[in-house]
Nanobody
């Protein structure tokens, strides 16, 4: 099993910044991709940003230029720096990781979600 633990959610004013972090642990052989998704009230979960191992980060159009994704392949962590936040960024943010587990084939794991609320 591979577990993801998120941190950094909370209330932030419009125009402000917030940093989300996610740490993966468990029977990890290799993480192939990590990233963040979000789900706003009444909407489906959608990609925010992801980074395949050894490649550059990819972003949803709505966050390009404002959000920055970084990862640490040694620590198995991924962070999302969110700047210039607005009300449309209010959502539950979920960390995601997929890859190969030790002796168990592949894994596809989600964090429990962390709420980000942007007040105007």
């Amino acid at each position: 099993q591979v577990q993801l633990v998120e941190s950094g959610g909370g209330l932030v004013q419009a125009g402000g910044s917030r940093r989300l972090s996610c740490a993966a642990s468990g029977s990890i052989f290799r993480i192939q991709v990590m990233g963040w998704y979000r789900q706003a009230p009444g909407k489906q979960r959608a990609l925010v940003a992801l980074i395949p191992s050894g490649e550059t980060a990819q972003y949803a159009d709505s966050v390009k230029g404002r959000f920055t994704l970084s990862s640490d392949n040694i620590q198995n962590t991924v962070s999302l720096q969110m700047n210039n936040l607005d009300a449309a960024d209010t959502a539950v943010y979920y960390c995601h990781a997929a890859g190969l587990a030790r002796g168990m084939g592949s894994f596809n794991s989600w964090g429990q979600g962390t709420q980000v609320t942007v007040s105007s």
